[in-house]
């Protein structure tokens, strides 16, 4: 009869599987923290220039309605006479028949 020594070679084989695996872990793990980091730096910098736009929508509001005012101020009679010729276009695009 032969003997077969198949217990040691198992126990090799399980240790190195879990070594494998251990390191496959990790290397994901860093993976996943690298991706994570860039994400977030993404994020950071679209924030900031979501900010940047509001801010420069919001000056240009504020220079149009600027203008507007000057205009309405140099020019009363003119304002009144466009808001209700503009009132007028559309009361009779919204009217219906």
Known sequence: MQSTTTGPSIIGA???GAEQIEKLSGTAQETVN?????TAAR???LGAKGEQ???QW???QEQWVGSARECVRG??????AI?????????RL???Q
């Open 83 to 91: 808001a209700v010729g503009v009132g007028l276009l559309l009361s």
């Open 34 to 38: 690298r991706l994570a980091d860039a």
């Open 53 to 55: 736009m509001r801010q």
């Open 58 to 60: 919001m000056d240009t």
């Open 75 to 80: 020019h009363p009679i003119a304002s009144v």
């Open 43 to 45: 994020v950071r910098d």
């Open 14 to 16: 399980s240790e190195q």
């Open 94 to 96: 919204t009217s219906r």
